[in-house]
């Protein structure tokens, strides 16, 4: 006779019990990672057909009206609305547009909370609000270039997005004689992936496309890295064993890199999204105006929104880009 053998039910209940426990352990780690991959995709994908879809457009500037009072506050302001339903309709499916009274009624959020997941801000609703520098204090002709304080206004997309439009009727192109950030923005697309569904948190559904240069318009979605390199570092260097701003980015991550001079500039725009507001110096990007360790290469000022190209040697702040 073979002495028959098995599990007791308290042994399988303990190894359930231990299932539940490794499975409870992982499974939110695991659905996250899905999560942003799908993002990523969904991300890329909507860059690529704004981006095509204004390409299309002959100029980015001049639509709607926009006038202010002798104390600077507007008293005619329809230009974002207007450039959605006048030029972006025309070139980009749209299921529905927003006043900028009712940017709620287009799935966007109340509230966001910033790419550190430090705060959570109110979501901007005129440009001012979406980074008062970039005003500074005045958008006069010849200064520090023209921007307009438009109201957003909103749509959503087919494919369920929610989109904020920060539009800038005076926008310029990329010839003129200052290089001044402000001037050069002509619209900023801040969007949520899943409407007004969680977590409504920036570099994961939430994010920004700007589209620079009325003329020859360049459209750029940087999805930057959480935080700052460690400390200041040179463009270029040829001595060996020190850090320079492309390495800094890989010393970071293999999957991370320099933002160009447009993309640094539409962090400028977004800096209060992703709470980079460095009081003093710049950033560095990977455009290079001329080779060599005493070359130059652009660099952004977020004090006040000035860009320019400078000196490779000088020290300036690095933040990444994920590829």
């Given at each position: 006779m073979k002495k028959k053998t098995g599990f007791t039910l308290a042994?399988?209940?303990?190894?359930?019990?231990?299932?539940?426990?490794?499975?409870?352990?992982?499974?939110?780690?695991?659905?996250?990672?899905?999560?942003?991959?799908?993002?990523?995709?969904?991300?890329?994908?909507?860059?690529?057909?704004?981006?095509q879809a204004i390409g299309q457009m002959n100029s980015l500037g001049g639509y709607g009206t926009y006038t202010e009072d002798g104390d600077g506050n507007a008293t005619t302001d329809t230009a974002a609305e207007s450039f959605i339903l006048d030029a972006l309709s025309k070139v980009y499916k749209i299921n529905n547009v927003c006043r900028p009274d009712k940017l709620s009624s287009c799935g966007i959020p109340s509230?966001?909370?910033?790419?550190?997941?430090?705060?959570?801000?109110?979501?901007?609703?005129?440009?001012?609000?979406?980074?008062?520098?970039?005003?500074?204090?005045?958008?006069?002709?010849?200064?520090?270039?023209?921007?307009?304080?438009?109201k957003a206004a909103a749509f959503e997309t087919v494919n369920g997005e929610s989109i904020a439009v920060f539009y800038n009727p005076l926008c310029s192109s990329d010839t003129t004689a200052n290089h001044y950030t402000q001037n050069k923005m002509c619209v900023n697309f801040i969007y949520d992936l899943n409407g007004a569904e969680g977590p409504n948190q920036v570099g994961k559904d939430v994010g920004f496309i700007t589209a620079f240069y009325n003329k020859s318009p360049v459209v750029v979605a940087p999805i930057p890295y959480n935080t700052d390199y460690t400390s200041k570092v040179k463009q270029y260097t040829e001595t060996e064993g020190e850090i320079d701003a492309p390495t800094a980015c890989k010393a970071m991550g293999e999957d991370l890199r320099l933002p160009d001079r447009d993309e640094l500039a539409s962090l400028f725009v977004n800096a209060p999204l992703i709470n980079?507001?460095?009081?003093?110096?710049?950033?560095?990007?990977?455009?290079?105006?001329?080779?060599?360790?005493?070359?130059?290469?652009?660099?952004?000022?977020?004090?006040?929104?000035?860009?320019?190209?400078?000196?490779?040697?000088?020290?300036?702040?690095?933040?990444?880009?994920?590829?």
């Open positions: 042994e399988i209940l303990i190894t359930l019990a231990i299932i539940g426990i490794v499975a409870a352990i992982t499974l939110p780690s695991l659905l996250v990672n899905v999560n942003e991959k799908a993002w990523d995709a969904q991300k890329k994908a909507l860059h690529a057909r704004l981006a509230k966001i909370t910033t790419l550190d997941a430090v705060s959570e801000i109110t979501f901007p609703a005129k440009m001012s609000e979406l980074n008062e520098k970039l005003l500074n204090g005045n958008h006069v002709s010849g200064e520090n270039g023209d921007m307009a304080d438009t980079l507001d460095k009081s003093t110096g710049f950033y560095w990007s990977g455009s290079v105006f001329s080779l060599g360790t005493s070359g130059l290469a652009w660099a952004q000022y977020f004090t006040i929104g000035g860009r320019d190209h400078n000196a490779r040697f000088n020290m300036g702040y690095v933040r990444c880009l994920r590829r």
